[in-house]
């Protein structure tokens, strides 16, 4: 069974820093791109940043320059390293398995950790 | 890259069938046939029901079906239920290495 734990969520000043982590289990983690796709509080989906499985990175403008995607196919785990946080910043991140390729379709989700950006 | 059209809200009785568009650009949905569908009940993730426009995954009934037209992709649930009630939301691959997102759209089931 495809599980995803995204961990990491929490409370933060703007201008501060926050670390994401996504533990993948139940399938082949080395040979899927991944992605991170967010939800601001009773809106829409978002998608944040995407990486291959060779290790290639896609960031929406929106994060670009601010935030950092990355993987450890050793732990199974992915990352999102996200510094100079904003307001708009706040929303629920979930990690997905890309269906096949980098980022088109996505189908698997994890339940999501929330991050808050606010003084 | 702006988000997607899509209705606020739909909604239909039982046993009807209903339709949600999704509306893009010349540089997504009128240009890639890599449209997507997702179902998303409160306070879960997201659930995909149809990818490149028209292919379900195994294990999403036969009731959701997708189709595009030029710029306008739509997803079409019929015999409707009352556990669709739900948002569902279509992306669509982008030019500049993008993924694009729609607004969403609530259907309540009468």
Do not use: H
């Not at chain 2, 239920?81 to 997102?101: K, R």
């Amino acid at each position: 069974e495809v599980q995803l734990l995204e961990s990491g969520g929490g409370l933060v000043r703007p201008g501060g820093s926050l670390r994401l982590s996504c533990a993948a289990s139940g399938f082949t983690f080395s040979s899927s791109g991944m992605s991170w796709v967010r939800q601001s509080p009773g809106k829409g989906l978002e998608w944040v940043s995407a990486i291959s499985n060779s290790g290639s990175t896609y960031y929406a403008d929106s994060v670009k320059g601010r935030f950092t995607i990355s993987r450890d196919n050793s732990k199974n785990t992915l990352y999102l390293q996200m510094n100079s946080l904003r307001a708009e910043d706040t929303a629920i991140y979930y990690c997905a398995k890309a269906l096949r390729g980098i980022f088109i379709t996505f189908d698997y989700w994890g339940q999501g950790t929330l991050v808050t950006v606010s003084s | 890259q702006s988000a997607l059209t899509q209705p606020a809200s739909v909604s239909g009785s039982p046993g009807q069938s209903i339709t949600i568009s999704c509306t893009g650009t010349s540089s997504d949905v009128g240009v890639y046939d890599y449209v997507s569908w997702y179902q998303q009940r409160p306070g879960k993730a997201p659930k995909l029901l149809i990818y490149d426009v028209s292919n379900r995954p195994s294990g999403v009934s036969n009731r959701f079906s997708g189709s595009k037209s030029g710029d306008t992709a739509s997803l079409t649930i019929s015999g409707l239920q009352a556990e669709d009630e739900a948002d569902y939301y279509c992306s669509s691959y982008a030019s500049s290495i993008t993924l694009v997102f729609g607004g969403g759209t609530k259907l309540t089931v009468l």
